[in-house]
């Protein structure tokens, strides 16, 4: 009986369906993309516009997600901890090394991890950006995120010899994510059509 | 005469309560999550609103399974989740069952 069912496949099948709603690919083609903007102005109005994009991401599951498939909440402890720490700890990593080029920027002599980083500053990103991608399409099980890490990878590995701004390279990829996250919502509001439960809250 | 065969031993102590198929999947369909709403365990389950509203009642009764008030996008939204007992109870079946099904060749 317990062989019938398989306890990973239907985490595995839980994930993958609350996600394919492709909200969370447009929330992250916003952040991208006023990234993008912010960084062609000195505004930083833009970091306000930034904070206020993650309440969107949740009044997107209300409106969309949960009339038709309904709602979960996924474990935050144990499995999960792992690739979480190393995602922060990919993240943590990028802002330091930001931080050491930012310090070392006045600095005389400057030493050779700010050589390494200022010659070799996108294809750095790019795999930083990338192995977080790839950690969290292994960990969510939403197989889309490994293309979106290698174009994440081939954007920022080629943004410093293309010779336009970074900001471009960013506002590329914003598009990318923004665009493919609601070609998803298109298609999943056509094969899931609105539910109502008795006695569920409106 | 008819002589019965001795009662398997492992088979004593299997849980009724989440041995029936449909309260089978449902609790494992929660133990994978942290919490589920209705609409989202009929999906899973491919249970009717019906049959899923039955099998919870019991497994409520059971102790195995709590409502909790959770809030999506500051609105109230009514969650379901097992409760320690029930995943302690889930834990044991699984490892009755395993052994079960390890004697059988």
């Known amino acids: ?202 | 005469m008819v002589r019965m065969p001795e009662p398997v031993p492992l088979a004593d102590g299997i849980d009724r309560v989440i041995h029936e198929p449909g309260r089978l999947v449902i609790m494992a369909s929660l133990y994978v999550v942290e919490s589920a709403d209705f609409l989202f365990l009929t999906r899973q389950t491919g249970l009717t609103f019906g049959n899923l509203s039955s099998h919870m009642s019991k497994l409520e009764e059971a102790g195995y399974i709590e409502v909790v008030k959770d809030f999506v996008d500051r609105k109230p939204h009514t969650m379901l989740r097992m409760t320690r007992k029930g995943r302690a109870a889930f834990e044991e079946y699984r490892r009755r069952m395993d052994g079960l099904f390890k004697g059988v060749r």
Request: aromatic letters at 16%; a positive charge; charged letters at 15%.
């Open chain 1, 1 to 202: 009986m317990s062989d019938d069912i398989d306890l990973n496949e239907m985490r595995k099948k839980a994930m993958s369906s609350f996600h394919e709603d492709g909200i969370y690919d447009i929330t992250i083609g916003l952040l991208v993309l006023i990234w993008g903007f912010s960084s062609f102005t000195d505004d930083s109005t833009f970091i306000v516009i930034w904070v206020a994009v993650f309440p969107v991401y949740w009044w997107m599951k209300r409106r969309y997600t949960l009339p038709r498939i309904g709602m979960v909440r996924f474990a935050r402890k144990g499995e999960g901890s792992l690739p979480r720490v190393l995602v922060t700890a990919l993240i943590a990593a990028a802002l330091a090394a930001s931080l050491v080029v930012w310090w070392e920027a006045n600095q005389t002599p400057k030493s050779f991890f700010y050589y390494l980083l200022t010659n070799n500053w996108g294809i750095i990103l790019g795999v930083c950006a990338a192995a977080a991608g790839v950690v969290y399409a292994r960990v969510s099980y939403i197989p889309r995120f490994y293309a979106y890490s290698a174009v994440t990878l081939a954007i920022f590995g080629t943004a410093q010899y293309t010779g336009l701004p970074f900001g471009a390279h960013l506002l590329a990829l914003g598009v990318i994510f923004l665009g493919g996250g609601l070609y998803l919502l298109y298609r999943f509001t056509k094969k899931y059509p609105e539910q109502v439960v008795d006695g569920q809250d409106a």
